[in-house]
């Protein structure tokens, strides 16, 4: 397994975790034993994701979790400007494998990816990444129209959820 996970659920009030596993579907049923005992909102889970040999689609799908999650921290906690540069710093890494990635699929029409899936992945993430910036660049228009705004962000979202989907299942989360 190139991605170890180590799943820790707490106890409310608690520092140490009361029960740690590496197997996702028990860590996931204790959970939920743990939340119907105590209510979810004093139980938490966490987990730590230890990286092993990586080829390079996984690199990716780890690159494109950590832009996430980096999105997520900056919107989640309060809109910190470290969180913000943190967060430009590793889209624009991504942003720049993608254009490398583009470039390399254009210059050798031939060549095709060894996983469909991986490539679709890729496709899916490159998609997202333009709408982001069509997204931004529209919302600084002074002609822009509120609705189309809503429908262009309601796309990248739907997006999101995809790519989510797709690195739960390939880290194991």
Same mark, same amino acid.
């Given at each position: 397994?190139?991605?170890?996970?180590?799943?820790?659920?707490?106890?409310?009030?608690?520092?140490?975790?009361?029960?740690?596993?590496?197997?996702?579907?028990?860590?996931?049923?204790?959970?939920?034993?743990?939340?119907?005992?105590?209510?979810?909102?004093?139980?938490?889970?966490?987990?730590?994701?230890?990286?092993?040999?990586?080829?390079?689609?996984?690199?990716?799908?780890?690159?494109?979790?950590?832009?996430?999650?980096?999105?997520?921290?900056?919107?989640?906690?309060?809109?910190?400007?470290?969180?913000?540069?943190?967060?430009?710093?590793?889209?624009?890494?991504?942003?720049?494998?993608?254009? @490398?990635?583009?470039? #390399?699929?254009?210059?050798?029409? /031939?060549? &095709? =990816? *060894?996983? %469909?899936? +991986?490539?679709?992945?890729?496709?899916?993430?490159?998609?997202? @990444?333009?709408?982001? #910036?069509?997204?931004?660049?529209? /919302?600084? &228009? =002074? *002609?822009? %129209?509120? +609705?189309?705004?809503?429908?262009?962000?309601?796309?990248?979202?739907?997006?999101?959820?995809?790519?989510?989907?797709?690195?739960?299942?390939?880290?194991?989360?």
């Amino acid at each position: 397994m190139p991605f170890k996970v180590k799943f820790s659920i707490f106890e409310p009030g608690k520092q140490a975790p009361c029960f740690t596993t590496n197997d996702h579907r028990l860590a996931h049923v204790e959970y939920r034993h743990q939340c119907n005992q105590r209510g979810c909102a004093l139980t938490r889970m966490t987990y730590d994701i230890e990286c092993i040999d990586l080829t390079k689609p996984e690199q990716y799908v780890w690159l494109v979790y950590q832009v996430r999650k980096a999105i997520q921290k900056y919107y989640g906690c309060g809109r910190k400007r470290e969180d913000l540069q943190a967060s430009l710093d590793l889209e624009k890494k991504l942003d720049n494998w993608n254009a @490398r990635t583009r470039y #390399h699929l254009q210059t050798h029409p /031939k060549c &095709r =990816p *060894d996983d %469909d899936k +991986a490539f679709a992945f890729f496709q899916v993430v490159e998609e997202w @990444r333009n709408l982001w #910036h069509k997204y931004f660049a529209y /919302k600084k &228009r =002074p *002609d822009k %129209d509120p +609705a189309v705004e809503r429908e262009i962000k309601k796309q990248c979202f739907d997006f999101e959820k995809e790519i989510d989907k797709y690195i739960n299942l390939v880290i194991g989360l």
